[in-house]
T-cell receptor, first 111, second 111 residues
Framework: DGGITQSPKYLFRKEGQNVTLSCEQNLNHDAMYWYRQDPGQGLRLIYYSQIVNDFQKGDIAEGYSVSREKKESFPLTVTSAQKNPTAFYLC??????????FGPGTRLTVL | GQQLNQSPQSMFIQEGEDVSMNCTSSSIFNTWLWYKQEPGEGPVLLIALYKAGELTSNGRLTAQFGITRKDSFLNISASIPSDVGIYFCAGRDSGTYKYIFGTGTRLKVLA
C-alpha cells in the first residue's frame, strides 16, 4: 500500500543531543513537508521541499535542519539549538492533483 | 506565520446532533481542505474544495467553499462517538505547494 512511514513512533533524547526523525514515502509525490504540533495546538510548518535537492524554510525553521537527497525521503534533524524540541512531529507529502497526505507522526520527548 | 482562524475552538455535543464549524482567512485561497486528526495520529483528508461556492459531501460531512474565497464551512450531521477528534481546515493557493492550517476545532461527542 502507498503511504508515508515515520519512524520511530516515540523517541526520547537527552537535552543537548541532536536527533534525526525519519520520513519515507512511496506515493511518488514531489513535495514533502515537516510540521510541528504542540499539545492543543495547530500545525506549524518547519520546512518543505518541492523537489529533490531543494527545500525552503517554513514558519519555525530555527533549530531544525533537513535534506532531500532522494524523492522518497525527507529526514528532519532537531538540533541542540532548538530550545523546546518536545513535540509531535508530522511529515506529509503532496503532488497535484492529490492533496497533502500525512504520516502517522513521531512524538519526540527531550529529557 | 499565518494561521487560519477556526471557530469554535472546541465543542461538546450529544450523539445525534448536527455540528457546524467554520474557518476564515485574511487572504484568498483557491483550494480549501478539511482534515480530521485523532489522538496520536496524523490528520486525514476529509474533503477538498476547488471552486468558490462549491458544496461537497462525504457521507455525513458537508463542506462549502465560501464565495469570497476567504472562508469555508464544515457540517457534520447526526454525530456519532467516532466523530471525536480535531478538525483542521487548510488553504492553498493554486500554483503553490504551501498549505496554511487553521487552529483546529476539538469535537467531543457524548453518547
Amino acid at each position: 500500500d502507498g503511504g508515508i512511514t515515520q519512524s520511530p513512533k516515540y523517541l526520547f533524547r537527552k537535552e543537548g543531543q541532536n536527533v534525526t526523525l525519519s520520513c519515507e514515502q512511496n506515493l511518488n509525490h514531489d513535495a514533502m513537508y515537516w510540521y510541528r504540533q504542540d499539545p492543543g495546538q495547530g500545525l506549524r510548518l518547519i520546512y518543505y521541499s518541492q523537489i529533490v535537492n531543494d527545500f525552503q524554510k517554513g514558519d519555525i525553521a530555527e533549530g531544525y535542519s533537513v535534506s532531500r537527497e532522494k524523492k522518497e525521503s525527507f529526514p528532519l534533524t532537531v538540533t541542540s539549538a532548538q530550545k523546546n524540541p518536545t513535540a509531535f512531529y508530522l511529515c506529509a507529502s503532496h503532488s497535484p492533483p492529490n492533496e497533502q497526505f500525512f504520516g502517522p507522526g513521531t512524538r519526540l520527548t527531550v529529557l | 506565520g499565518q494561521q487560519l482562524n477556526q471557530s469554535p475552538q472546541s465543542m461538546f455535543i450529544q450523539e445525534g446532533e448536527d455540528v457546524s464549524m467554520n474557518c476564515t482567512s485574511s487572504s484568498i485561497f483557491n483550494t480549501w481542505l478539511w482534515y480530521k486528526q485523532e489522538p496520536g495520529e496524523g490528520p486525514v483528508l476529509l474533503i477538498a474544495l476547488y471552486k468558490a461556492g462549491e458544496l461537497t459531501s462525504n457521507g455525513r460531512l458537508t463542506a462549502q467553499f465560501g464565495i469570497t474565497r476567504k472562508d469555508s464551512f464544515l457540517n457534520i450531521s447526526a454525530s456519532i462517538p467516532s466523530d471525536v477528534g480535531i478538525y483542521f481546515c487548510a488553504g492553498r493557493d493554486s500554483g503553490t505547494y504551501k498549505y496554511i492550517f487553521g487552529t483546529g476545532t476539538r469535537l467531543k461527542v457524548l453518547a
